[in-house]
């Protein structure tokens, strides 16, 4: 199983992104997806996530600017950043917890990272 990110890049402030991750391979089934963010030197934190079932959440600092939704017939988890500041600037990393049998045995996957800069 992979995951492959895209999207990143380079943005004024107040300006939109969006990013797109797609799971690949043996995949029974798909869990929870979601997308955390990690600057040099910091812990990874979570920014949103999505269960199986459309429920969300989102790290405090960016409710009712980002929005995280999937598709699931294409295994794939987007999120849609809008109005973004600098302190957005960051590595955002899509995360998966993916079963590749009907023992749905879970397991968690990442993507390689896509950089993400909003400059002032």
């Known amino acids: 199983v992979q995951l492959q990110a895209s999207g990143g890049g380079l943005v004024q402030a107040g300006g939109s992104l969006r990013l797109s991750c797609v799971a690949s391979?043996?995949?029974?089934?798909?869990?929870?997806m979601g997308w955390y963010r990690q600057a040099p030197g910091k812990q990874r934190e979570l920014v949103a996530l999505?269960?199986?079932?459309?429920?969300?959440n989102y790290v405090d600092s960016v409710k009712g600017r980002f929005v995280i939704s999937r598709d699931n017939a294409l295994n794939t988890v987007f999120l849609q950043m809008n109005s973004l500041k600098p302190e957005d600037t960051d590595v955002y990393y899509c995360n998966a917890h993916i079963s590749s049998g009907r023992d749905f045995s879970f397991f968690s996957y990442w993507g390689q990272g896509t950089q993400v800069t909003v400059s002032s």
């Open positions: 999505i269960t199986s079932g459309g429920n969300t």
């Open positions: 391979g043996t995949i029974f089934s798909i869990n929870d």
